[in-house]
Antibody, heavy 123, light 108 residues
Framework: QVQLEESGGGVVQPGRSLRLSCLAS????????LHWVRQAPGRGLEWVAA????????FYADSVRGRFTVSRDNSGTTLFFHMDSLRTEDTAVYYC????????????????WGQGTLVTVSS | EIVLTQSPGTLSLSSGERATLSCRVS???????LAWYQKKPGQAPRLVIY???NRASGIPDRFSGSGSGTDFTLTISRLEPEDFAMYYC?????????FGQGTKVEIK
């Protein structure tokens, strides 16, 4: 079955960096676009980044563009999220998500979710 | 940027009652790119409806979705205790993905 396991969260000071990882299994990793979605305490879900199946196309929310970088290792079936210049407002649970896309109909949704990893930015 | 506005913010209902959740999109989107998710505290979000009206695997048939263009609806025909949760609509648009702010379905 599809499994997505995030790691790398923790407590970090403002302005510092952190790298999240998401180890995937149970599906053909290199065929799917992958996403990072976060939820700050008491807030709703916020999509923050996506990377195409071959890693050539990357997309970011305005809130993280220029500070965060998404990447992937298709041979190691791992998704990464390198977060620089962290701010207190980046405190959230970060979820790794596998997208589902059907080109014949244009159907797209966020199908499988990991359990998330908590990032706390605090001095 | 496409904005999704959900209403109401909170729905207070009893088990067995019908829940109707609304999602209004700031510009017309394809129904194929509109999904609904359930979120409970401490758990990962769970896909409920995709392509506006298709139930995800394992979702009971009391859940249904409808709508097109800018107005979409998630209906839970008879609330069960496990249905009390936050619900988010979400759209996928080529290079951006956005969520509504959520509707909380709470026990009255």
């Amino acid at each position: 079955q599809v499994q997505l396991e995030e790691s790398g969260g923790g407590v970090v000071q403002p302005g510092r960096s952190l790298r999240l990882s998401c180890l995937a299994s149970g599906f053909s990793f290199s065929r799917y676009t992958l996403h990072w979605v976060r939820q700050a305490p008491g807030r709703g879900l916020e999509w923050v980044a996506a990377i195409s199946s071959d890693g050539t196309n990357k997309f970011y929310a305005d809130s993280v563009r220029g500070r965060f970088t998404v990447s992937r290792d298709n041979s190691g079936t791992t998704l990464f999220f390198h977060m620089d210049s962290l701010r207190t407002e980046d405190t959230a649970v970060y979820y790794c998500v596998r997208g589902a896309y059907y080109s014949d109909t244009g159907t797209y949704y966020l199908h499988y979710w990991g359990q998330g990893t908590l990032v706390t930015v605090s001095s | 940027e496409i904005v999704l506005t959900q209403s109401p913010g909170t729905l207070s209902l009893s088990s067995g009652e019908r829940a109707t959740l609304s999602c209004r999109v700031s510009q017309s989107v394809s129904s194929n790119q509109l999904a609904w998710y359930q979120k409970k505290p401490g758990q990962a979000p769970r896909l409920v409806i995709y392509a506006a009206s298709n139930r995800a695997s394992g979702i009971p048939d009391r859940f249904s979705g409808s709508g097109s263009g800018t107005d979409f609806t998630l209906t839970i025909s008879r609330l069960e205790p496990e249905d009390f949760a936050m619900y988010y609509c979400q759209q996928s648009d080529r290079s951006s993905w956005t969520f509504g702010q959520g509707t909380k379905v709470e026990i009255k």
